[in-house]
């Protein structure tokens, strides 16, 4: 038996057993069906990718060790500018033991987690440091 049929018929959308968030509202009155019929339609949205995904850009390579390099640690603000310094804080600490001469400088976006910043990001590229660590932490 075809189970998109099955499904159909029972009114259940494959999409909803899949795990795919999915949601539906009722259409606006007056809305013809493709079958011409108007009354209890709803729309259904698809829950897939729209347009083009992103250009890849690979990573950048591994360093053979941190000793000796200056770290930028980037804050992203997330539930406020403060609440990733006990993150950043024991990441220092933690990088200070098991590496000698390693240089951390935590700094906090201007525009927060959603925007761009390019102040820091021309200061980390003139200050030439060795690598990034941008993130959420909170």
């Given at each position: 038996?075809?189970r998109?049929?099955?499904?159909?018929?029972?009114?259940?959308?494959?999409?909803?057993?899949t795990?795919?968030?999915?949601?539906?509202?009722?259409?606006?009155?007056g809305v013809?069906?493709?079958?011409?019929r108007?009354?209890?339609?709803?729309t259904?949205?698809?829950?897939?990718?729209?347009?083009?995904?992103?250009?890849?850009?690979?990573?950048?390579?591994?360093?053979?060790?941190?000793?000796n390099?200056?770290?930028?640690m980037?804050?992203?603000?997330?539930?406020?500018?403060?609440?990733?310094?006990?993150?950043?804080?024991?990441?220092?600490q933690?990088?200070?033991?098991?590496?000698?001469?390693?240089?951390?400088i935590?700094?906090?976006?201007?525009?927060?987690m959603?925007g761009s910043?390019?102040s820091?990001?021309?200061?980390?590229?003139?200050?030439r440091?060795?690598?990034?660590?941008?993130g959420?932490?909170?």
């Amino acid at each position: 038996m075809d189970r998109r049929k099955a499904l159909r018929f029972l009114g259940v959308s494959p999409a909803l057993l899949t795990g795919f968030p999915a949601s539906a509202e009722k259409a606006p009155a007056g809305v013809p069906s493709s079958d011409g019929r108007s009354g209890d339609l709803i729309t259904v949205m698809n829950p897939a990718i729209a347009g083009k995904l992103a250009t890849r850009v690979p990573l950048a390579p591994p360093l053979d060790t941190l000793d000796n390099k200056t770290i930028y640690m980037v804050n992203l603000s997330w539930e406020g500018p403060d609440a990733a310094n006990y993150f950043y804080d024991t990441m220092t600490q933690w990088l200070n033991q098991h590496y000698t001469g390693v240089k951390t400088i935590v700094k906090v976006t201007a525009e927060g987690m959603f925007g761009s910043d390019p102040s820091l990001l021309k200061a980390i590229t003139a200050s030439r440091a060795d690598a990034a660590i941008v993130g959420v932490a909170g």
